[in-house]
């Protein structure tokens, strides 16, 4: 350490001055490896239908923009779908495991269990049951987005410290006094953070359930791109789906800022 | 004059001692086929200050356990005003300080400071619970803290908040588990002069347990000094300094002589080759 003095200096310019040095590296680093595909592709004039440059993907994207966008607003009304469906879903399993002795020894292994199912392999099942519509790709986000939401939220109802619960017992506490005054807001930071991995997963959920049965959205322009060889949209639409779980992934971000504003955040510094 | 007639202990004359508060007789704990308390006896007298102190693993936080009706103990009776401690703590006659302030970090001052009180008496309004937790968090020097969330007040400042949230459920008891232990020495000190002073403002009973031994005679007026292997009771001492007490005190030659008497006690206590 210095033997500086610390400088009061004004907040706001500090922060955007470190925000710029965390993100700076990373954007150079991206507009470098831009620059270099496509001088790779150009130079060794490699074949568009291997690998598409990033001029070519831009005009693909330009040029198909409407079916693109069409096909985005698709998946996204999936991914929004199911991965409210896992939340409410992997909330309530955790909340009844937690609540009810009894029957929570008797779902907890089982979903265990079920964790381990390799969930893309249900995907043709799904569709076999509910048809090529929104209801398969639900389904399939839900099974894959759940079990992180019911794990964490499962993580902090049962890291409550064990003094706190003999403050609660010693006024006479019910159980369910316990769980939604302590153990629901309790758990919150750590719901959160699993809420986060939902949001990608279900991303993945909805693509995959796209592959398996679609007539519409971002999986399926990929795969039928991919069929006529028209690598570009297959990038195009790549880029979309990436665009979607980032947005998705700071949409949930934000969402855990606005209801845990007192949880620790986490720096990149 | 006729002050000599009063007793100089701090405006608490000998004529308002009533009977024991709290009665433990010969209580033991067997935890994990462990004797943690071997046939504890223990009288608390009303409005009294009193210190268990002891080595680590000596079962003087059993012992409060036991008090709060959190352990039940193996044998023995406790009575704390004629009540089991579970029947007591549900008539909120005991109120528990922990080491760990414990408070919720979603809630600001005001609202943990009431936590409790709400628990326990769930029919009072959110208003009643507000008024009542600013009042204790008046009485504990915190009333312009009330809006502040547990992460924007100091170690000291979080436990006062737990002081005032055991004071809200006004009990009869206030059970003390190393409550100042994990504060630095200056904030310690200032911590347990403010419990001196909301003592004799509000009459409670106090149990503390501390292993602090210039802290167990600064504030107390019995001191029980526990042994470890089991855990049991080998000596009592009355600190006859009178009241209110400041820092001051610990440098009374009385003082001084109590702390060597104290020390005395726990290491006679303290079993050889045990020096954990």
């Not at chain 1, 993945?204 to 069929?227: K, N, P």
Request: glycine fraction near 8%.
């Amino acid at each position: 350490m210095s033997d500086q003095p610390m400088t009061a200096e004004p907040r706001s310019a500090s922060a955007f001055a470190a925000a710029t040095s965390s993100w700076l590296p990373a954007v150079i680093l991206l507009l470098a490896t831009i620059v270099a595909w496509e001088a790779v592709v150009r130079i060794f004039a490699i074949s568009s239908f291997i690998i598409p440059a990033p001029s070519e993907i831009a005009q693909s994207l330009v040029a198909q923009w409407g079916t693109l966008m069409q096909a985005t607003l698709v998946t996204a009304a999936e991914i929004l779908l199911g991965f409210v469906v896992s939340v409410v879903v992997g909330v309530a399993i955790a909340l009844v495991i937690v609540r009810f002795d009894w029957l929570g020894r008797a779902l907890y292994p089982l979903v265990v269990l079920f964790q381990n199912v390799p969930k893309v392999a249900l995907a043709p099942i799904f569709i076999l049951w509910f048809g090529y519509g929104l209801a398969p790709k639900i389904g399939l986000i839900l099974v894959i987005a759940f079990f992180p939401v019911t794990l964490s939220m499962l993580a902090g109802m049962q890291s409550v410290d064990r003094s706190l619960l003999s403050l609660m017992d010693s006024v006479g506490a019910s159980r369910t006094q316990i769980l939604f005054r302590i153990r629901v807001p309790h758990s919150l930071p750590n719901l959160m953070a699993g809420t986060k991995i939902a949001a990608t997963l279900s991303v993945i959920g909805a693509i995959v359930g796209e592959f398996a049965g679609a007539s519409d959205g971002l999986g399926y322009v990929i795969q039928f791109a991919s069929t006529q060889l028209d690598t570009a949209l297959v990038f195009a639409a790549l880029l979309l789906v990436s665009v979607l779980g980032i947005a998705f992934y700071y949409a949930a971000e934000i969402l855990e800022r606005i209801v845990v504003p007192w949880a620790p955040k986490f720096s990149h510094a | 004059m006729r002050i000599d007639t009063i007793r100089a202990d701090g405006g608490k004359p000998a004529h308002i001692r009533h009977d024991d508060l709290i009665s433990v007789k010969g209580v033991s704990v067997v935890y994990a086929r462990q004797l943690v308390l071997q046939n504890i006896d223990l009288s608390v007298p009303k409005g009294s200050f009193v210190s268990l102190i002891g080595p680590s693993g000596c079962g003087k936080s059993t012992l409060l356990k036991v008090l709060a009706g959190l352990v039940e103990p193996t044998s023995g009776s406790v009575s704390i005003g004629g009540l089991s401690p579970v029947e007591a703590a549900r008539k909120r006659m005991i109120g528990v300080v922990f080491q760990d302030a414990n408070l919720l970090p979603w809630k600001n001052a005001v609202d943990n400071a009431s936590l409790l009180l709400g628990i326990a008496d769930r029919s009072l309004s959110r208003a009643e619970l507000r008024a009542r937790g600013q009042e204790m968090l008046e009485l504990v020097g915190l009333g312009d803290s009330a809006h502040k969330r547990p992460n924007e007040l100091s170690g000291g400042m979080r436990q006062r908040v737990a002081i005032a949230r055991a004071l809200a459920l006004d009990p009869a008891v206030l059970l003390m588990d190393e409550p100042f232990g994990a504060l630095d020495a200056i904030t310690r000190d200032s911590m347990g002069q403010s419990l001196l002073e909301i003592w004799q403002r509000t009459g409670k009973t106090i149990v503390l347990v501390t292993h602090s031994i210039d802290e167990a005679i600064h504030l107390s007026r019995h001191v029980h000094a526990l042994g470890i292997k089991p855990g049991r009771i080998t000596g009592s001492i009355d600190i006859g300094l009178p009241y209110p007490r400041d820092l001051a005190v610990t440098e009374d030659p009385e003082f001084v002589r109590l702390v060597v008497q104290l020390r005395t006690m726990l290491r006679a206590s303290h079993q050889p080759g045990d020096a954990s």
